[in-house]
Nanobody
């Protein structure tokens, strides 16, 4: 069974940075397209960034382009999301998952507020 455990979220001021991490068990990330998703209160879950196993990062949501960077550590089977210049619209619970998605983890809360 596949499990994802996200970490690294927190409260940050506008303009700040955070680095999210995701550890996977039951799945070798290097073999799958992986993504970061997020869900803000009252909104549907949306894809933030996708990384292809062979070519690396392939897509970012327009609103995060130039601010977020997705990466993968194959040795540690972890996925990361470096986020900078955060704003209130980035406030959400962030999840990692494969593409297409499997079972969801608990996610990690990111709150951008002064």
């Amino acid at each position: 069974q596949v499990h994802f455990v996200e970490s690294g979220g927190g409260l940050v001021e506008p303009g700040g940075s955070l680095r999210l991490s995701c550890a996977a068990s039951g799945l070798a990330m290097r073999e799958y397209a992986m993504a970061w998703y997020r869900q803000a209160p009252g909104k549907i879950r949306e894809t933030v960034a996708v990384i292809n196993p062979e070519t690396g990062p392939v897509d970012y949501r327009d609103s995060v382009k130039g601010r977020f960077t997705i990466s993968r550590d194959d040795d540690k089977n972890t996925l990361h999301l470096q986020m900078s210049n955060l704003n209130s619209a980035d406030t959400a619970v962030y999840y990692c998952n494969s593409v297409p998605s499997r079972s969801w983890g608990q996610g990690t809360q990111v709150t951008v507020s002064s």
